[in-house]
């Protein structure tokens, strides 16, 4: 009986283990989607007025001093990652450039040119799109440093007095606690990915997302008196 226990725990392990890796490969094949259909699909002109918006909308809920931190921090990476690294300068200027070349892959390319430049301005918006967005990221964590840190002594306090309490729901509770912090940095990942239609909402999915954090690790820790 004790190893037919063993093989079907094993057994479960390793289930819930390819069910986490499937549910895994399809997140990242979503991003990949996503990341790719803005690319290829959005029009240069409306992705560029649709960032410019969602930084313009940071600057109302993080302040003026936070936004310039902001945006001076996107700017200082954008620069890192596409100027100073050399991919402007010898892969999106010589790809985007127009060419009189007779020869049939020149003229080729020529005629997918429209498509080369919504592809190389999309890819230059993304990257500050993302960039914007980590770096609004950090500054929510700042800001919420004091939050975060009134969550973790309660949560300190309440697994103390929580040690001399009787009853077992704490697994319940654990299990709970876990998957809505998945969903949440699903939900995060999801953000850094996907176009921002709301530019104005989208400037608080950050906090949101560090708000619920602060909390459900204030309550794991709460919970975690029940094991010990």
Do not use: C
């Amino acid at each position: 009986m004790i190893y037919e226990n063993d093989s079907e725990d094993l057994y479960k392990d390793k289930s819930g283990e390819q069910n986490r890796k499937k549910e895994y490969s399809k997140l990242f094949i979503f991003i990949l989607f996503a990341l790719a259909a803005q690319v290829l699909a959005l029009n240069p002109t409306s992705f560029n007025k649709m960032l410019e918006n969602e930084v313009k909308a940071s600057y109302k809920a993080i302040g003026e001093k936070n936004w310039l931190n902001l945006t001076d921090a996107s700017h200082r990476h954008y620069n890192t990652i596409i100027v100073r690294s050399g991919f402007k300068q010898y892969f999106l200027d010589k790809v985007n450039r127009d060419t009189d070349d007779k020869n049939p892959l020149a003229r080729l390319t020529a005629k997918l040119l429209p498509l080369v430049k919504r592809v190389t301005n999309n890819i230059q918006t993304l990257t500050y799109q993302i960039l914007h967005r980590a770096n609004l990221l950090m500054i929510w964590l700042y800001i919420l440093v004091p939050f975060a840190l009134a969550q973790l002594i309660i949560g300190v306090y309440s697994w103390r007095i929580r040690a001399y309490t009787f009853g077992n729901k704490t697994k319940t509770r654990m299990l709970v606690i876990k998957k809505l912090t998945k969903g949440i940095l699903v939900g995060v990942i999801v953000y850094f990915a996907l176009p921002n239609f709301y530019p104005t909402a989208g400037a608080y999915i950050p906090f949101i997302a560090l708000l619920f954090a602060s909390f459900l690790t204030s309550r794991y820790i709460a919970t975690l008196q029940k094991h010990i």
